[in-house]
């Protein structure tokens, strides 16, 4: 059965003094508006979200969200895949629609962070690591910092290189209303930044975040008899790679971004080369660089080449983070996959404003951990 | 204390070890203590942004020790043993280049227990850190 997405919605991504049972509502009762649909048409719905509790201290809040929409009593489930939690929200929204045990699917992401001090919240997504990590201190960003020495010494690869990524997802953040920082930035700023895991410096990383979004989901039957101006899910799919980050054979290659992207790309029956526009997870840098290579839009070692062709531009070949990726946008971890679907959605119905780029696919690549869950989503216009 | 890579009867090899082998699913039954071994390093980084209870900053790096003679004799019938295994972990200094040979020296404590998010008791708190030579 051919899944549909039909509507989407984000909230403001930044500082926000709404807590996370209201940040999920808002998104939600938006998606719902977007799509055109009453709350009791709801069947299914998922909250894609990492660490309501360890934030915030509250749990159940797929409950919360189902009784402050009033979809009650649609089945409810709270998705925890780390970062990649939104793009898990996604695999399972489709699976409900594509299986037959949902008509109609809402899901929301969303995850409140900035109350908590820098130090705390790299504490909590450092909880995902391996004791044998987490007791040397092993961080997110510092993993970053390993893998971007290594991929700059063994490729050749300039500094600034990683420097054009942050320029030019802030360009692309600066059309984004809903993105946490709307402001260009220049490479020297980039290059000249505090040191936070050298070589990679506070440019090179996304910003702490709270924020939502939401995306509705249907059979294509039913998405023609809501709507002119809807998208499907022509492929999808997870995988998953070491959880021990140092055990991997190649640091340079993210396996769960190639298992994903491979049989995602097989599913819809398309390649790289078919793909207009990409919404990759750009939590630090040197990620879109191997996002690009494991997605198969450039050979291993070279991305680098691509971003400073001007390929991956708003006007370029293959356009990369219009919304301007997590790392002006903003990164409220189980937001982000969501937040991705709302971007390539938006992108393929002719929605995305100033953003708008000519595209009839798209893909997302949704990273949670260190590369140790990926979802990669494939969608196509109608 | 050890610092063990972990074994399995095929002469995979892992540091830490696993309830299976992750490259065939057999059980690691056999292990190399690293302690007595000189790795490489394999990259480097200095962490700044630190969690609580852990040094600021924090060098870490990624180190490639060589077992390929140990894995002989702990599995003599492996087609294709590993021949090295690689650990992660901290610098003694912040003077460290990839390239450089290291010596592990354990340290009872890596960072305060009693101030992140994770139960102190959940996991060990001692280890190993890497010694430039």
């Known amino acids: 059965m051919t899944v549909a997405v039909i509507g989407a919605s984000m909230t403001k991504f930044g500082e926000r003094d709404a807590w996370i049972q209201e940040l999920i509502a808002q998104a939600g009762e ?16 998922y909250v894609s979200n990492m660490s309501s509790g360890e934030f915030q201290g509250q749990t159940g809040i797929m409950n919360a969200l189902a009784h402050d929409l009033g979809v009650m009593p649609a089945y409810s489930e709270r998705v925890d895949q780390t970062s990649s939690s939104g793009g898990a929200g996604i695999y399972e929204a489709w699976q409900s629609i594509a299986s037959g045990a949902s008509d109609m699917t809402l899901l929301v992401g969303g995850e409140k962070m900035t109350h908590l001090s820098t130090a705390e919240s790299t504490d909590i997504i450092a909880s995902i690591t391996h004791p044998a990590e987490y007791k040397h201190g092993l961080t997110l960003p510092s993993f970053a910092g390993l893998t971007a020495r290594h991929y700059l010494e063994r490729f050749d690869a300039p500094r600034d290189s990683l420097a054009k990524v942050a320029v030019k997802n802030h360009k692309n953040g600066v059309d984004n209303p809903h993105a946490q920082f709307r402001k260009e930035i220049d490479e020297e700023t980039a290059l000249e930044s505090p040191l936070v895991a050298d070589p990679l410096r506070l440019y090179d ?24 101006d809807y998208a499907v899910i022509s492929g999808i799919a997870g995988a ?28 819809a029956d398309l390649g790289p080369e078919d793909i207009d526009v990409a919404e990759l997870h750009d939590m630090f840098t040197i990620l879109e660089f191997l996002q690009m290579e494991g997605c ?49 959605y938006k992108q393929l119905v002719g929605e995305a404003g100033s953003r708008q780029v000519e595209a009839d696919t798209a893909l997302a690549c949704n990273v949670g951990g260190f590369g140790n869950c990926v979802i990669t989503t494939i969608m196509e216009a109608r | 204390m050890s610092f063990d890579a972990h074994i399995c009867e095929n002469g995979h090899a892992s540091y830490p070890g696993h309830t299976l082998c992750p490259d065939c699913g057999a059980k690691q039954t056999e292990t190399i203590d690293l302690a007595d071994l ?16 852990v040094r600021a900053p924090n060098t870490l790096a990624i180190v490639e020790f060589d077992i390929a003679e140990a894995i002989t004799d702990i599995a003599p019938d492996a087609e294709e043993p590993d021949t090295f295994v690689r650990a992660i972990g901290q610098v003694t200094t912040d003077d460290v280049e990839t390239g450089d040979a290291v010596e592990p020296v354990y340290v009872e404590e890596l960072r305060d227990p009693d101030v992140g998010i994770k139960e102190p008791a959940s996991q060990e708190w ?4 890497f010694d430039p030579v």
């Open chain 1, 30 to 45: 938006a998606a719902l508006d977007d799509a055109g649909i009453e709350p009791a048409d709801v069947e299914h719905l």
């Open chain 1, 205 to 228: 990383f996304c910003p702490i975040t709270d924020g939502s979004a939401g995306l509705v989901f249907t059979t294509e039957e039913r998405a023609k008899e809501i709507t002119d």
């Open chain 1, 240 to 267: 998953t790679d070491t959880h021990v980050v140092h055990e991997r054979d190649d640091p340079t290659v993210m396996g769960g971004v190639v298992d994903s992207s491979d049989m995602a790309y097989e599913m």
């Open chain 1, 296 to 344: 198969g839009f450039a050979e291993q070692g070279e991305a680098w080449k691509q971003v400073e062709d001007g390929r991956t531009e708003m006007d370029g070949e293959l356009p990369v983070n219009t919304s301007g990726g997590l790392k002006s946008k903003g990164h409220p971890l189980g937001a982000s996959g969501v937040a991705q679907g709302y971007e390539i």
């Open chain 2, 38 to 53: 000189t790795g490489e390093v394999v990259t480097w980084t200095h962490s700044t942004k630190t969690p609580p209870g």
């Open chain 2, 126 to 129: 001692d280890g190993y850190r």
